[in-house]
């Protein structure tokens, strides 16, 4: 079964309002990973988060991680057409391996 | 630098047909990965590798080998295809898995097994 689970499935928003998606993960990690993708392309590596962090920033990405409840989220400000896309939630363990979730998918309305 | 280049992009083969899908990255990363993706789903890993000569199975290794002769190409053999194969494929790589790098990944090969 899937390590990362994204929630919620899809998500509707305007321009310039802020956009939440949530992935919640079932083993201990060392990092959780953020990606999108653009209909029909590779995935793109948005920003990284390790597991002695909570709170990271990357222009208008914000993104949270609280090992407890095995969760994280992902926080895109002042949204923009050009943000739609899914996004993958990933994580890392020490077994070497990365698990992807089944993403959000994210419209952006101009 | 290209990145990660994967060939071909588009593949259609009948049942039973074996292939490889080429992976290659000129990065000098040691940590190469196939995934699949199908329609609406996230990527589920098929195999990977943390170095050459070295690979591992992942999620759904079943009906794919793989073998990493040297660090730069991670290939993928199909060896008997089956319509359950039809996916889009994805290779990725990083500097050092789990230690804090993100992917990069392939444009993706699209596969239709008929």
């Known amino acids: 079964s899937q390590q990362g689970e994204e929630d919620p499935q899809a998500l509707s928003i305007q321009e310039g309002e802020n956009a939440t998606m949530n992935c919640s993960y079932k083993t201990s990690i060392n990092n959780l990973q953020w990606y999108r993708q653009n209909s029909g392309r590779g995935l793109v590596h948005l920003i990284l988060?390790?597991?002695?962090?909570r709170e990271k920033h990357s222009g208008r990405l914000r993104v949270t991680l609280d090992t407890s409840k095995k969760s994280s989220s992902l926080l895109i400000t002042a949204s923009r057409a050009a943000d739609t896309a899914s996004y993958f939630c990933?994580?890392?363990?020490?077994?070497?391996?990365?698990?992807f979730g089944d993403g959000t998918t994210l419209t952006v309305k101009p | 630098n290209a990145g990660v280049t994967q060939t071909p992009k588009f593949q259609v083969l009948k049942t039973g047909q074996s292939m490889t899908l080429q992976c290659a990255q000129d990065m000098n990363h040691e940590y190469m990965s196939w995934y699949r993706q199908d329609p609406g789903m996230g990527l589920r890993l098929i195999h990977y590798?943390?170095?050459?000569?070295?690979?591992d199975q992942g999620e759904v290794p079943n009906g794919y080998n793989v073998s990493r002769s040297t660090t730069e190409d991670f290939p993928l053999r199909l060896l008997s295809a089956a319509p359950s194969q039809t996916s889009v494929y994805f290779c990725?790589?990083?500097?050092?898995?789990?230690?804090?790098?993100?992917?990069?990944f392939g444009s993706g090969t699209r596969l239709t097994v008929v």
């Open positions: 988060i390790r597991s002695n962090e």
């Open positions: 590798s943390v170095g050459a000569g070295i690979t």
């Open positions: 990933a994580t890392d363990t020490n077994a070497g391996k990365s698990t």
């Open positions: 990725a790589s990083s500097k050092i898995q789990g230690r804090g790098d993100g992917y990069t």
